[in-house]
């Protein structure tokens, strides 16, 4: 099984008291797969529906933010590669 990888990187080098600061986290993991189910409904007649699909992610990634001064990281976006997380400095 392979780790999970994650990158980070903030908005800017230096802020001052008040700043915003917003954090990219890039993060991937080779172990998780994406799966389809394809469903049909068919009656007692032998009818049946069009194909609906849906996908689901087995075993998703968890992406927790925390820093040693006690800050409030809240989540801005997510598309479960890249999570954007904002908090004041």
């Known amino acids: 099984m392979a780790a999970p990888t994650a990158t980070a990187k903030l908005n800017s080098p230096t ?7 917003l954090l990219t ?4 993991d080779p172990d998780t797969k994406p799966l389809t189910v394809t469903i049909v409904v068919t009656d ?3 009818n049946s ?6 996908t689901a992610v087995i075993d998703p990634l968890t992406l927790t933010v925390t820093d040693n001064s006690g800050r409030t990281w809240t989540r801005v976006s997510d ?11």
Do not use: H
């Open 15 to 21: 802020y001052s008291p008040g700043d915003q600061m």
């Open 49 to 54: 529906s069009a194909p609906v699909k849906v």
């Open 79 to 89: 598309n479960g590669s890249v999570a954007v997380y904002r908090a004041v400095a």
């Open 25 to 28: 986290v890039t993060y991937s």
């Open 44 to 46: 007692a007649q032998g």
